[in-house]
């Protein structure tokens, strides 16, 4: 229907209706004569019925507004699809005239001013990159556009960013890009939503540190300790984690990136002294990105001590366990703090595994994110791990394997890292006092531990001053601790996911890696999960672990989590009581 055609249409059915209510006043009109002249007295109408009258009236005149009301909306709704249609049309005609020729550079991703266009300089390298790194890189369902070719060269981005932010990627040290940076940078620079999925350890951090320094300098103009007049910081940048360990990892990579540029950064978390944070925030003025635990933020920011009000880069690390059960009210309350997506908020969600599950709530705070998968999504075992599991009887025996193996491998005196999983902290107390006694050089790290002895353990590991760490699975997600020759699980973990994620310490970066599993019947709920991933990693299952039923049963409590059932051997007794 035309502009005119729908004008006229406006103006008949205007008409009509003005013609409709001459027709009852004068009804009206006569019924009031009629009604005097068999009264007898031509009196004026009682003012019961002359108020009944003026809503009748009142009540015609609202209905022929609201008619026409309706009448302008429905236009102005068909031409708003109308325009909707011809751009369509446009962009398909543009589609088609790229895909026809190849020497046509194509269209540009709508987005912002500041935002770069990105054309890999060899688009053939650039799908062969994908294929060889097993990538997939998906557009959100809704837009007509193609996601951008992963950028395989750090010279691609002369001239796409700042050359302050440059020289400092450059300073780094680094020769190319890793699969998640090279698929999450062009997303990313253009001002887009990413969730980007890869095993940790892959670069993550570097992939949205890269381009929340471009962010930090296009849209806020920072640069060179850039101060803002107030109460302490500005935070426009925004990086939540999980742990207390990986927040602070998180924070040392990307102050490697902003220091040079006299960028401030700080990192907030529990277990430490709050009223320290909030002097530092208060006194650093060039503190431009926070990096921190849900608790610790979300108690700062309701206290007036954070304000998120100018985060417009936010950035979800570890986001699958960070939109669990656990975490996700106080990630609702910490996004409801930050700019609205409206008002222009790019959100980021890296993890090592996207669950079906929680991708439909994530991507409830993001606005058509672009999805960037290296390897899986699904659960799967790091296929460069050498997978060992072996079926002992009972505590005592896999005391004893434990102490065999770490002799067997000459950990007293190698420096080959070995990270010891336990499942409860007294558990890990107890093998790091039993190992240290066995003359071996031990750290551990759980929740006992203050936050500097942790954190001191963790350095002393990483630099392998003390070879072997006992943990609990505090540390079995989001740390990158590089160098991990072997992963011993002395009890099996609650899930098989954290089983997944624990021997993920090792096989990082492209290397191999050796992972020991102690499975008694306590554990045999676990049996068919656990024969599932060996299988998919073409591991060997060993026939031990086979005798265990192989039923996948998952086993959650909607209040307690994930956990499993002590088992006593024996038969149960009957106790019988005397009464006195």
Request: overall charge positive.
């Amino acid at each position: 229907m035309t502009t005119s055609t729908t004008e006229k249409a406006l103006e008949d059915r205007a008409k009509s209706l003005h013609k409709k209510e001459k027709k009852a006043a004068a009804k009206a009109a006569a019924a009031a004569s009629a009604s005097s002249s068999v009264e007898g007295s031509p009196s004026p109408a009682s003012p019961a019925k002359k108020e009944k009258k003026d809503k009748k009236d009142k009540k015609r005149s609202a209905e022929h507004d609201a008619a026409v009301e309706d009448d302008e909306k429905a236009a102005k709704k068909r031409k708003k699809e109308e325009k909707k249609a011809k751009k369509a049309a446009a962009k398909a005609s543009a589609a088609t005239s790229v895909e026809s020729t190849p020497a046509a550079t194509p269209a540009p991703v709508a987005s912002t001013s500041a935002a770069a266009t990105f054309t890999p300089t060899n688009p053939a390298a650039a799908r062969a990159f994908l294929e060889t790194n097993n990538i997939t890189i998906e557009a959100p369902e809704e837009s007509n556009e193609r996601p951008p070719l992963p950028m395989v060269d750090f010279r691609e981005l002369d001239g796409k960013i700042d050359a302050a932010v440059k020289k400092t990627l450059d300073a780094q040290g680094f020769t190319t890009p890793t699969p998640i940076q090279a698929c999450c940078w062009p997303v990313l620079l253009q001002n887009k939503d990413v969730v980007g999925i890869a095993e940790t350890g892959s670069g993550k951090t570097f992939a949205f540190g890269l381009p929340a320094l471009q962010h930090l300098v296009t849209k806020h103009k920072v640069l060179n300790g850039d101060k803002k007049k107030g109460k302490g910081a500005q935070v426009n940048v925004l990086v939540v984690a999980p742990t207390r360990e990986l927040a602070i990892q998180t924070e040392e990579n990307l102050a490697k990136l902003g220091k040079s540029m006299g960028i401030g950064m700080i990192c907030l978390y529990g277990g430490v002294s709050k009223q320290e944070q909030v002097r530092l925030l208060n006194q650093t003025p060039t503190v431009r990105i926070v990096v921190g635990t849900p608790g610790r933020v979300l108690d700062m920011a309701r206290d007036g001590s954070l304000d998120l009000s100018n985060v417009t880069y936010l950035v979800l690390d570890e986001a699958d366990r960070m939109l669990d059960k656990g975490f996700e009210p106080d990630i609702r309350a910490i996004i409801g703090m930050c700019k609205s997506r409206e008002e222009g908020r790019h959100t980021s969600m890296f993890s090592a595994t996207w669950p079906p599950a929680v991708r439909g709530l994530a991507e409830s705070f993001m606005n058509g994110p672009v999805r960037v998968t290296v390897g899986s999504d699904e659960l799967s075992a790091n296929r460069r791990v050498e997978q060992t599991v072996e079926v002992l009887a009972d505590g005592y025996a896999k005391e004893r394997r434990l102490n065999d193996f770490l002799r067997s491998v000459n950990a007293q005196r190698s420096k080959d890292k070995i990270l010891i999983f336990a499942l409860y902290k007294k558990e890990a107390q107890r093998i790091e006092q039993t190992l240290r006694r066995g003359g071996f050089k031990v750290s551990g790290i759980h929740g006992d531990l203050g936050q500097t002895d942790r954190i001191a353990s963790l350095e002393r590991f990483k630099s392998a001053e003390t070879p072997l760490l006992v943990a609990t699975d505090v540390a079995a997600r989001g740390l990158d601790i590089p160098n991990v020759e072997h992963v011993v699980n002395y009890t099996f973990p609650l899930t098989i996911e954290d089983y997944v994620h624990r021997i993920g310490r090792t096989g990082r970066g492209g290397k191999t890696g050796k992972s020991l599993t102690f499975f008694t019947e306590m554990d045999k709920a676990h049996a068919g999960e656990l024969i599932r991933v060996l299988k998919d990693a073409d591991q060997k299952v060993p026939e031990d672990l086979t005798k265990f039923p192989t039923t996948i049963k998952k086993k959650t409590h909607s209040s307690y989590g994930d956990h499993f059932k002590e088992l006593v051997p024996g038969k149960a007794k009957k106790i019988t009581f005397d009464d006195d």
